[in-house]
């Protein structure tokens, strides 16, 4: 296999964001976004590449995320974690599986933000629980949850019971999902849809974190605003 | 500089006494802020328009022309009059007939209103809210400004001929602010047409509605109305003052706690921190007021939030005494020492009557007789630029 070199030499290492939903401390769903994580590493220095990883624990943002869901207040550590998740070049997401699905903290952490932010981002979806009963909450909850954020999830998902922790097939699991979110890193594909497209997706002004600040002044609206008709121009959009 | 209050007109639970106060009360209560404002020397006073309950301020125009016959100095206006769900015909009538009768002083601010249900309430939907509000002031500011309109749009049925009366005073239409945070159109609309934008500034950071007023004050530029600093910019706040600082945290902490916008979310130091809020002594409500400057530049409104959540009326006439003898004094005249020669005065009616006739006479619309053709006529008073034309009877 030749080994692909992405970036010249001296680029800047691929920025990869790790959101965990776990609450204790060790966590075992922050061990397998760790696992995954490290994974991508691996494989990204195997191929010459470099991979910076930043850990957002969602247990530190609860009291932000319950404030940023019944206010319009995002508090520091919220700021700072779209902040992050705005430059990232891709995403771990992991969540552990309460009542049959992702908790209402990992949940509501996506909820609350702009559903701009994490256009075309690669992400790899992981989930944990107690038992292998669980294991379709990452394709049939968290996919979703993602598609609606119209991020590019990765095809393997990473599902983690009790049993699966000591088991080979995980580990595979792992690998695979980390090269998949690393050839589409290298792919540059979030990049290129933000420079080539991003306007053809829906924005709010100063939406995508705050970073969505440029005002179309051609649109219908903005002819309205200026003492022209409400009447639809017939222009193509974008 | 103007300083001056605004109430949502919310009747909401005092969580410390429970007492929840009637429709009847809050009503005196709010005439009793007003006149209070003037007297402790705040310019300005304005109301919110709602249309359902727990609020009691339905019908801006008849309050505030109460308010102006009890005062003398005070200028009346909203925050805000619905620019939607209203008619822009009654509003073009409501708030001419509340010009003459304060004397000019008076002006409005304009916003969509964001509950949805009231929409249809009026014929409406909310859906259309943005479209809706750009049209409804296009047609607004004709109606103040031309005797005869014929318009069609898509929202309100066709006007033909139509005059709104009275015009307004001094043929002088009502100074106009565009409320928003965080709507290009609405700011883009407002420099268009010269107008003032407002920032509630309640919210969210500073950062966030700065944002819009910069764009508001270079596109201000852009129309020709004048320099970026020569935009009319007006800014909410929020603050509850006490002689000594833990004492403004300990009375303010309960009805923070229970507000009906932010209640049981943030806690109130994270939303002093993160917003415009000031929770304190003179002082701190003075330092963290003069931020705004910092971050604006020189501006022509400041509006504070000091009744909402429950508070009694005892305590918000408390406020009004702190805010007019310990607060506004100081900062205006650090305002007035920062100012910029070159940024404008808050416009007031006689700056506007100036605006237009110089020293000249005002004009002073008179109608024609009425033939019994008034609803048709082309040209319904007597100093109409147009010779009046008549069909034959």
């Known amino acids: 296999m030749t080994v692909q070199q992405r970036r010249p030499e001296g680029a800047q290492p691929f920025h990869l964001v790790v959101v965990s939903g776990g609450t204790s401390d060790p966590s075992s769903t922050r061990m397998l976004a760790d696992r995954i994580a490290d994974r991508v590493r691996t494989l990204a220095e195997e191929r010459d590449e470099k991979v910076a990883t930043d850990v957002i624990d969602l247990r530190e943002l609860a009291t932000e995320i319950g404030t940023a869901l019944v206010s319009q207040l ?13 430059r990232a070049d891709a995403v771990v997401a992991s969540a552990p599986v309460y009542k049959a699905a992702p908790s209402g903290l990992f949940s509501s952490f996506f909820h609350v933000l702009d559903n701009d932010l994490l256009i075309a981002k690669p992400v790899v979806l992981a989930a944990t629980a107690g038992t292998s009963r669980h294991a379709l909450v990452v394709d049939h909850e968290m996919r979703s949850l993602f598609a609606y954020l119209r991020t590019m999830t990765v095809p393997t998902s990473v599902f983690a019971a009790t049993e699966d922790w000591n088991s080979k097939e995980l580990g595979e699991r792992i690998s695979r999902a980390a090269i998949e979110v690393l050839l589409l890193m290298e792919s540059g594909f979030a990049e290129k849809i933000r420079t080539e497209s991003w306007k053809s997706y829906q924005h709010e002004y100063g939406s995508a974190g ?29 | 500089m103007q300083f001056g209050i605004f109430s949502v007109s919310d009747i ?43 609020f009691f301020s339905s019908s801006p125009t008849t309050l505030l022309s109460h308010i102006a016959a009890l005062t003398e100095r005070l200028i009346v206006t909203t925050a805000t009059t619905l620019i939607t769900t209203n008619d822009p015909v009654r509003i073009a009538e409501e708030y001419a007939m509340l010009q003459h009768l304060s004397k000019g002083r008076m002006d409005l601010m304009l916003g969509r209103g964001n509950t949805a249900p009231v929409y249809p309430w009026f014929g409406q939907d909310i859906r259309q809210g943005l479209p809706l509000a750009l049209e409804h002031y296009n047609l607004l500011h004709r109606l103040w400004r031309e005797d005869v309109v ?18 307004p005073l001094d043929d002088v239409p009502p100074f106009v602010w565009h409320g928003s945070i965080r709507t290009p159109e609405i700011a883009e609309q407002a420099a268009f047409y010269g107008n003032g934008y407002f920032a509630n500034h309640i919210f969210w950071p500073t950062s966030h509605s700065k944002r819009l007023v910069d764009f508001y004050r270079q596109r201000f530029e852009h129309y020709g109305h004048g320099t970026r600093k020569q935009a009319i910019v007006g800014l909410g706040g929020h603050a509850y003052i006490a002689k000594r600082s833990q004492d403004a945290v300990s009375e303010f902490r309960p009805y923070f706690n229970e507000a009906p916008v932010y209640g049981h979310g943030p806690s109130l130091e994270e939303f002093t921190q993160g917003t415009p809020l000031s929770v304190g002594s003179p002082q701190e409500v003075i330092d963290k007021t003069l931020t705004f400057h910092d971050a604006f530049g020189d501006y022509q409104r400041q509006m504070f939030l000091i009744d909402h959540a429950g508070m009694p009326l005892k305590m918000v006439l408390n406020q009004l005494d702190l805010l007019g003898e310990e607060v506004v004094p100081v900062l205006r005249k650090e305002l007035a020492a920062r100012r910029d020669p070159e940024s404008a005065d808050a416009p007031t009616h006689a700056s506007l009557v100036k605006a237009k006739y110089g020293d000249g006479p005002a004009r002073q619309p008179r109608p024609n007789a009425n033939r019994g053709d008034n609803v048709t006529g082309a040209s319904p008073y007597q100093d109409s630029d147009a010779a009046a034309e008549y069909p034959e009877i």
């Open chain 2, 12 to 54: 909401t639970r005092d969580p410390v006494s429970g007492e929840t106060p009637s429709e009847a009360e809050r009503i005196d209560g709010i005439l009793k802020i007003a006149v209070k404002a003037e007297e402790v020397g705040l310019d300005v006073f304005a109301i919110g328009e709602h249309h359902n309950p727990p």
């Open chain 2, 150 to 167: 014929d318009w069609e749009g898509e929202f309100r049925t066709p006007l033909q001929g139509f005059t709104s009366t009275p015009r």
């Open chain 1, 74 to 86: 995002m508090g520091p550590k919220m700021t700072r974690a779209i902040e992050l998740l705005g």
């Open chain 1, 210 to 238: 705050g970073t969505e600040l440029d005002i179309d002044l051609s649109s219908d609206l903005m002819r309205l605003a200026t003492g022209g008709s409400a009447k639809p121009s017939g222009k193509p959009r974008p």
